[in-house]
């Protein structure tokens, strides 16, 4: 059974930058990527391209279909990049496009599908050459929230049903409920934490609700915790505590 | 590959226009070149027209010229008599030639002259549009075009040297706008040029089944100071000193042409690639090597090439047929040859134009596919 891992964290906090480096699209400064037991920050750039067709299927927020190729073309295009045999691949794609409901479409040109279909595409997409690791930037960010929930199902069931690991780089906390584990990422620190309910309580300085659970800054105070949604606001309430305790 | 390749070809079918519009440009590029060239190549083949019509089997003129175009011989008429009377020689024509500029109206031209020995000799016009044969020493028989360019009529005079000669007769066939032939009876042309008792050339028709080249030979042999060429010598040398005259400006002509049709197959490469550079991204993001790109690019450019190539030998051939109307004294000249010699050219063009989009295209980040947008 595939694992559901969400990275987190507000906007330009780096989650797409990390999702690139895991997906081999950039080169990471230190430390290791490891797909399948291999560290791909040690594979020569000529040896990436191989490694992101055979072990890792990528959905984006903005669907990135290929304009010019049908459903079935698009769906069929990163197997045509290996050398297996097209009998197999044409069977699979053929499951594929059952599966995700896409069989009246399968002549279709992107600019004819919907949101949700394009999405479906762009996962079947992913799937058709049996990747060990499927990497989704904000694959909801795009949907109305009916196609947002079935999308989600879908990768769902990519991970319970074909034991692939999912990494979800998201926004959005209904996610959170198929979530396996949940990464927060900020200030450039990754906090690994279970997907739990929220405990939003008030920043006593600004007012701003603040996630307990997630928030970076904390004052003990006369026996109470008190979470902020910024450094500053921690920094104030440090200068002059009276001020914001009742 | 197979995917990667339709998804070239289905990328230039879609961008119809732009397609279009870049095709246009690199097949007016194509056209500029051959334009020139069939035209260079139609006024080459009229400058050896003449002699080619007349095709006699062996050519005698004086020692050391060894063909017609912007050429001068002098040889004695008894040396065209002695070749008369040696054995296997059929018939021995001569005339009087000389290129010089002719004064048609307010017009100069340069020109060459026949001067005849006989109105209708076998050195004569091969076909006559209007008019008659020369019957008397004042007339002149020009190439029909000019009654067209300049308006020339029956009647008119033209000035050749110090005298003037009235237009008798329209020849056909013998026009082209280096040296267009004209036709006068040989006494009054050798009393302008004090050459009284000499010809330039000799037509020398072989019997059958004669020796030709035992013939030359012989001529050759038995009378000093001239010399004898066959038929396809001849041509050969009037033809490579017609095309010498314009290599260089139809080297210089193909290089600016393709120079320019490989800027605008590599803008119209480069412009589909930086349109297309997310999808690009996303191809390799999902795990495209470079060089399948390249391949792509490559043959989107040879092909754009080669159909912008075919667009421009279409309209050569209808520019060769609209020529006669517009400017009839532009001779337009499709050969195969013509039509084929540059096509290794437009793969070199096609392959150097993509080569810029290529590098952009291997330097292009994959991680580009995360942008929104």
Not at chain 1, 185 to 201: F, M, N, T, V
Not at chain 1, 224 to 246: D, G, H, I, Q
Not at chain 2, 106 to 135: C, I, M, Q, Y
Request: charged share 20%.
């Amino acid at each position: 059974m595939g694992e559901i891992l969400l990275i987190m964290g507000p906007s330009g906090s780096g989650k797409t930058t990390f999702l690139s480096m895991l997906g081999g699209l950039l080169s990471a400064d230190e430390g290791e990527v490891l797909i399948d037991g291999v560290d791909i920050t040690q594979l020569k750039p000529s040896q990436l391209p191989d490694i992101r067709a055979k072990t890792i299927g990528f959905i984006f927020q903005s669907f990135n279909l290929l304009d010019a190729l049908t459903v079935e073309e698009n769906i069929l295009f990163p197997a045509s990049l290996l050398d297996e045999k097209t009998d197999s691949v044409r069977q699979r794609c053929g499951e594929l496009i059952r599966k995700l409901g896409l069989q009246d479409r399968r002549k279709a040109l992107p600019q004819t599908l919907s949101g949700g279909e394009k999405q479906r595409v762009a996962i079947a997409r992913a799937l058709i050459n049996q990747p060990k690791v499927i990497l989704a930037d904000e694959p909801t960010g795009n949907l109305d929230s009916q196609s947002g929930q079935e999308v989600m199902m879908l990768l769902h069931d990519v991970a319970r049903d074909q034991g692939v690991a999912v990494l979800i780089v998201t926004h959005d906390p209904r996610v959170e409920d198929i979530a396996d584990r949940i990464l927060w990422l900020e200030d450039g620190k990754i906090i690994d934490r279970k997907a739990e309910s929220h405990q939003w309580i008030k920043d006593p300085v600004c007012g701003m609700r603040v996630d307990e659970w997630r928030a970076l800054h904390f004052v003990d105070y006369q026996k109470s915790r008190y979470a902020f949604c910024s450094r500053r606001c921690r920094e104030r309430f440090v200068e002059n505590p009276e001020k914001y305790v009742e | 590959m197979k995917m990667i390749l339709r998804w070239g070809y289905k990328t230039l079918t879609m961008q119809k226009a732009a397609t279009l519009a870049s095709m246009v440009g690199i097949a007016f590029s194509f056209l500029l070149a051959l334009f020139f060239a069939a035209v260079w190549q139609g006024e080459t083949q009229q400058i050896v027209a003449y002699p080619n019509k007349m095709n006699p089997d062996l050519w005698v003129m004086q020692d050391g010229v060894s063909n017609m175009h912007m050429a001068s011989s002098f040889v004695w008429d008894w040396k065209g008599e002695a070749i008369a009377k040696m054995a296997g020689v059929e018939q021995v024509t001569g005339f009087l030639y000389l290129n010089t500029v002719i004064q048609v109206q307010d017009n100069k031209l340069f020109g060459f002259v026949v001067g005849l020995s006989d109105g209708k000799d076998r050195a004569g016009p091969w076909a006559l549009s209007d008019g008659r044969h020369l019957e008397n020493p004042d007339e002149i028989i020009v190439p029909d075009t000019l009654s067209s360019v300049f308006g020339l009529a029956q009647g008119d005079t033209v000035r050749i040297v110090d005298k003037g000669y009235r237009v008798v007769g329209f020849s056909k066939g013998t026009y082209s706008s280096a040296n267009p032939v004209f036709f006068v009876l040989k006494d009054r042309l050798q009393a302008s040029l004090s050459s009284d008792g000499t010809l330039s050339y000799y037509l020398v028709d072989t019997e059958p089944d004669v020796d030709i080249k035992a013939l030359q030979q012989k001529i050759m042999t038995e009378i000093d100071n001239i010399n004898v060429v066959t038929q396809a010598e001849f041509i050969a040398n009037d033809y490579e000193m017609a095309t010498q005259m314009g290599a260089e400006t139809i080297l210089i002509m193909t290089l600016i042409c393709s120079t320019l049709a490989a800027l605008i197959i590599g803008y119209a490469c480069y412009s589909l690639a930086i349109k297309k550079r997310k999808e690009l991204a996303i191809i390799k993001a999902v795990g495209a090597r470079d060089y399948q790109l390249v391949i792509v690019v490559l043959l989107q450019s040879i092909a754009v090439t080669l159909l912008a190539y075919l667009l421009a030998i279409n309209f050569l051939v209808l520019l060769s047929v609209a020529m006669p109307l517009i400017a009839p004294q532009i001779t337009v000249a499709l050969t195969p040859s013509l039509i084929l010699k540059p096509v290794p050219l437009a793969f070199v063009i096609a392959v150097i134009g993509s080569v810029y989009p290529a590098i952009k295209l291997i330097s292009l980040d994959p991680a580009l596919a995360y942008k929104n947008g």
